[in-house]
């Protein structure tokens, strides 16, 4: 059971302090240096942020959060609590994993509006091209070619990659990377790209509108369809044709995703330009 937490962002100068007493919870913040006197003020649906807090699960937190690279740095902060009588007190220049589900808690307190992170939480690709024939294989299907599938999902929250590749004729495939340190890492490192791609699905007045066979050919046209969700809700969905139409962000949004996938066979990340 709770019995006291405060909580200092430097960003912000901000410093929020809850007390459980009588079974009610009290609360104050501040910006800047303390007051005198801390103006105490008694928090409605207390028991429910007290549950919210819980699930938070700050007793499992590390004593400190240290940024192993210059993507991960952020502004200092620190947060100490009394939990049944148990006193610990947390640092950092790095947020722990769930840090966005401690925000959206602290934001119940009135007063106290940390912006919400920004970052990424799901991001999902569809590719799709022609698959070679390939001659004397004695797997491959009868007729010439065929379209090669490759869908590529990635999730904060439970940390994964996955990677699906589909060769019609000769089966489907599936790869995970599952890393609950690289895979925040990655999102971090691609987010500018995504930022760029957020700004063109704004432009892109035919969303999903693709051409599935090359009219000269006739064989699968090469299209990529991209989809991203961030913490704050915001969706972004967009797609591209053929790889000559891909933007630089995209390609650079791929190449990273590629180093972290670097011993799996993929069209869509070892930007081939043509399919298999």
Known sequence: MLDRLKFHMEEQSLTAVVAVKNRQVHFACFHGEAPEKIAWRVLENGRRFLRHLERVRIT??????????????????????????????????????????????MNELPGVAIPKIHQVETLSIVYEGALAPVAGNAYAPRLAGGTLVEKLAIHRGKHIL??????????????????????PILLKRVDPSLTELTALAEKQSAVGKRAQVDEESGKPQEHIAIKFVRRTGEESSLAFGPRSTWPDCLKSLLAEISILTYDVKSVLLQGKEDAE
């Open 60 to 105: 499992a937190w590390k004593k400190r959060y240290a940024a192993e690279t210059d993507e991960e740095r952020v502004s200092p902060w620190e947060l100490s609590f009394i939990v049944d009588g148990v006193k610990r007190r947390i640092t950092g220049d790095s947020y722990p994993q769930n840090w966005p589900s401690f925000v959206d808690v």
């Open 162 to 183: 996955i990677l699906t590749r589909h060769k019609q004729g000769f089966g489907t495939e599936r790869h995970a990377f599952d890393s609950i340190r690289n895979i």
